[in-house]
């Protein structure tokens, strides 16, 4: 699976309490260049927490963050807009800026961040949107999109900044089951090109088949961390396989219902 | 110390006029409910034509302002030879703009209802008749509440005018006190601080009984929330 | 029946210069307390929480009294303080104090309705805060508020005609003039309300036009 040995992004005894309810503990990794890590847990896990505590949407109470080796400096609000540049992020709920097109969602980071043209980011916009097969929607409005199409939208907003890691926070549980199948299969597509990322779902098959390491978190800690081979054989023992059964018995029960 | 003895002074004729006010507020309030809602279903289930009469209706109280309505009503009673009565034709005033408002909030409130609503009931053999009072306006009088508070607090700061007319009301009985003893400031403080108790009193009163029908799980879709309505 | 040198000699002349005077308070008083109500919505919803009690107060002290009190608290009342204005000056300071606190409750209701998770967004995409107010909140705040800041305007049209309290010779002042000289009241106030209702209705339908132009599908009915 891995196509390089360097690390891209590496997050460090990372820390986040609310109040006096402590969300993270000491939650590490290192991430390499073409590598796809899965976050799994049960919900309330922390692994929203974690990957927006990553660009400090949610600023952590302490610990690192190196982007190809470089520390960030927290403080400084111009090295933070440019390290969030260079990560992208995918949220459960699209998050879409709701006045403008499909085309101008992608354009306007562009043109507000990186400087570029407005003709020019219009057609890197384009050429993103058809990377999501969403070449003819360009021109609709987020209330005009189904679910899968916005979450699609929002992953070529995030790949026209060119990121160097992409995070993406359960990209598919807000979306109808039917829906679902397009999303994963963009996601899959940016794998295969090589694009290193960090992935909270439930989504089990799709972590077994593309994951370089999944990482099973509980109670705002990283507790088991291995590839899906080694976590989810059976007679593993491990408490990910557990997880991992249990949700496969719901999802069965669930389909009989 | 002279201004608190003034308005200390005028108070009782403040307090008359506040119980004009009052008086003058609800019964155009009263009379623009009772006007409003039929007004409202004619705009939404009414004919073409008389959709096109309430529409005009409602152009006309919207558009003219209540300084030119109280003087306009004041000639029309005058050459038609009727007592130019200046607490009845606030009253009438009011009122009819009233209508025109509350009209429009019972009409959004109606149109904000699912269109199956009207279709059950008749599935389940209503009438019309039956089906409207029974179903639909239950539903839409609850949904009008916050738009009827800010209805309120507009009439009552509107009615803060027809004393131009002689309506002994608290404007009245404030400009009287304050041209006989200049204590301007003091005592417009004292009327500016009643209709300010006036409209908290109400608007409390009103949020109890929305919250006293209130059907859980039932809240105003499509209702803008408070602050977002016309204004209060 | 209908008397039109009265008409044409008398009353339009009175009415066209009453007009002149209405619109001198209403185009300044539009444009000014529209932006008083910008920058206290903006101080009412992001401002640190002694400008935001500040200025809940303030809103709520101007739309809880009668616009009617505040124009004679301005005229006959400021006075006494020290404070002198022409009947043209109070009440356009009146208007411009008023409107401005109910454009304020607009504003600020449209800038707290926008979504937190398209601000997040923002500041993934390296943003700066500054960039995600100006690029992404301030557009869709002002979509949202349009429809309501533009019916208070319309009511501000209509309300002009309470500058006649303070002796303002505006529409209202010179059809009473008019009025009593004559003792027409219902001929004159039929044509006052023609010129409010003319301007009422082009003003909705500038506004409407301004709606439409910056239309986007779906947005705005939540």
Redesign the interface.
Known sequence: MTSGIEIVLSVRNICKSFGAKRILTDCSMDVKRGEMKVLIGPSGAGKSTFLHSINCLVPPDSGDILLEGRPLDRSNKKALCAFRMQVGMIFQDFNLFDHLSARENVAIALRKVRGMGRDAAAHRADEELARVGLARQAALYPAQLSGGQKQRVAIARALAMDPKVILLDEPTSALDPELVGEVLSVIRDLAADGMTMIMATHQMDFARALASEILFMEKGRIIERGTPEALLADGSGTRTRDFCTRLLDMGAQAGHD | MHSLLTVIDALPAMLAGTLVTVSNVFISLAMGLLLGIPLALAQVYGSRPLRAMVGLYVWFFRGVPILVLLFLCYGLFISLGLPAESFAISCLVLGCTSTAYQSQIFRGAIESLPQGQLKAARALGMDDRTGICSIILPQALRLSIPGWANEYSILLKDSAICFVLGTQDIMARTSFAAARTHEHLALYAAAGAVYFVLTLAVLKLLGRLERKVQIPGYTAIGVEPEGMEARS | MIDTAFFSLELLPALNRGLLVSLALIIPASVIGFGGGIALGCARAFGPSWLRRLGNAYTA?L????????L??TY???P??GIYFEPYGAALTSFILCTSA?QS??V???LLSI?Q??I?????????TF?TIL??VV??AA?RALP?CG??IV?LI?????A??VTCMEL?GE??VV?SDTF???????A??LY??AM??VASWILNRLEEHYR????G?H
């Open positions: 002290l739309r809880g009294v009668p616009l009617a009190v505040q004679m608290m006959y009342a400021l006494k303080l109910y409750e607009y600020r209701g449209a979504r998770g398209q997040r967004a923002a500041q993934a995409l390296g943003f700066t960039q690029w992404i557009p869709q979509r309501s019916n208070e009511y209509k309300y002009s005609s309470l006649y309290l209202m059809a009473k009025a027409r009241f219902t001929e004159v106030f039929l006052v309300g409010y209702l009422v209705t986007i599908p779906g947005f009915n």
